[in-house]
């Protein structure tokens, strides 16, 4: 029925449940069980081990109870005074009470002696890695286990040979495990006694790979044990290499595409894959079958920089008839707007002040400097410190403002009693000097002219 009865040579009786697979150790701390059905799955021990004696499992408590038996008894009184008896029955009561020790409840454990200091020790960390690099604690288990045990052979077949501490052999066969994919990655083991045990392989699997943990690094090394490799020689041909060595070169440059005479291509591979793609135009560009045409409406707020160097310039524009047709300008924010075509070819300055003394001069500004294109600027396109006023129906219009390169600045008259060393600038800032003997009148003045282009 799947148990053996093993008799030692006092004649002390032991059944247990041989329940199990056939494995295969792998030589990285897993294992492969399989069952007469072929089914098979890999277990990693080591982890398995470590976290069985973290949670105080089933490894955990038997190695508790090999040390035990072969181990001296410590007592703990209660009081902070411990006996200990040797295995011949020699007591010794010692007192513990000069060392101090906190469980910070996260494996870790804080030892502090009378001087008040301490030390923190990670149990369960110190234990588990020593396990896992077959260190001190593992080489005592192994030790305990080799010098208190029977041996258990397995014979690659799915039977297994049990040896007696006094020789005796038994020959059994194990298979007889069976499992059930549960279909949501788990997996459920039962043995003929109707014990069960599910495990969730996918979570497993996939905190480890999370944790970067032995799963993850051993799937970077299949990966980069194993992959092939290609390489994009730059060229559109593409170089492949197997894991064996081998090298294929392949020319990618093999796909073609015909115009649909609808403003849309289809491009074909060799394998006969097909993909038809349709160009869009808009904001002021229109598709006309399979060419683009400057033209159309404009869907956002547009603008077209130029410099110096790159210029914009139209050709081939039509004469009309002044003052039939409009003219083009641009306002103070650069945005283009038609005017009447009767506008003359010069204006007079907006008016200004002309300080004749340094406590007239506008804050921010310079005494015997103005800059007359500002000015201007101001108060055509709306921007000064005194506000713009129109009729109500044009109320949020503006002046245009012209550049000011595309002016020319005249002063036609100024009081030459009190105005001197009178200067203009191309770009429209005016100069002068004020004779501090001079009187001041009502004629102490000037005329601004702007000449358009």
């Known amino acids: 029925d799947g148990t053996f009865t093993h008799t030692a040579v006092d004649g002390t009786q032991l059944t247990f449940d041989a329940n199990t697979v056939s494995y295969t150790n792998n030589n990285d701390g897993s294992y492969t069980f399989t069952n007469d059905n072929g089914e098979s799955l890999t277990v990693d021990i ?45 007591q010794l009561t010692f007192d513990a009470n000069t060392v101090s020790y906190t469980n910070n409840n996260d494996g870790t454990y804080t030892f502090t002696n009378d001087n008040g200091e301490s030390l923190t020790v990670d149990i369960i960390n110190e234990v ?42 038994l020959t059994f066969d194990a298979n007889t495990v069976s499992y059930t994919n549960n279909n949501d990655g788990t997996y459920t083991f039962t043995n003929d006694n109707g014990e069960s045990l599910t495990v969730d392989i996918i979570n497993e699997v996939a905190t480890d790979i999370q944790n970067q943990g032995d799963v993850y690094t051993e799937i970077i090394n299949l990966l980069e044990s194993n992959s092939d490799v290609l390489v994009d020689n730059g060229d559109g041909t593409f170089t492949h290499t197997t894991v064996d060595g081998t090298e294929v070169t392949f020319d990618t440059n093999t796909t073609t595409f015909i115009y649909n005479d609808n403003g849309t291509y289809t491009f074909t591979n060799e394998n006969g894959d097909t993909l038809t793609l349709e160009y869009l135009a808009n904001n002021g560009i229109t598709k006309n079958e399979d060419t683009f045409q400057l033209g159309g409406d404009l869907i956002q707020p547009t603008t077209i920089t130029t410099t110096a160097t790159n210029t914009l310039a139209i050709e081939g524009l039509q004469e009309g008839e002044s003052p039939g047709n409009d003219i083009v300008v641009m ?30 001069v506008p804050a921010g500004e310079t005494y015997g400097e103005i800059d007359l294109y500002q000015k201007y600027q101001e108060q055509f396109g709306g921007t000064g410190s005194v506000p713009l006023v129109t009729n109500s129906s044009n109320a949020g219009n503006t002046l245009p403002v012209l550049p000011a390169t595309e002016l020319n600045y005249y002063v036609t008259w100024y009081d030459t009693s009190v105005f001197s060393d009178v200067s203009i600038s191309d770009t429209g800032v005016l100069n002068y000097s004020v004779d501090g003997s001079s009187e001041v009148t009502e004629s102490s003045f000037m005329n601004i002219v702007f000449e358009v282009k």
């Open 46 to 90: 080591i982890n398995e081990v470590a976290t069985d004696i973290q949670n105080q499992g089933d490894v955990y408590n038997e190695i508790i109870n090999l040390l035990e038996a072969n181990s001296d008894v410590l007592v703990d009184n209660g009081d902070g005074t411990f006996t200990h008896t040797a295995v011949d029955g020699t």
């Open 128 to 169: 588990a890695t020593d396990i896992q690099n077959q260190g001190d604690v593992y080489t005592e288990i192994i030790n305990l286990l080799e010098s208190n045990s029977d041996v258990l052979v397995d014979n690659g077949d799915g039977t297994f040979t049990h040896t007696a501490v006094d020789g005796t052999q």
């Open 331 to 360: 306002d103070a924010q650069g945005i283009l707007k038609k005017v009447k075509a009767a506008m003359p070819k010069f204006f007079y300055m907006p008016s200004i002040l002309v300080p004749t003394s340094p406590d007239q």
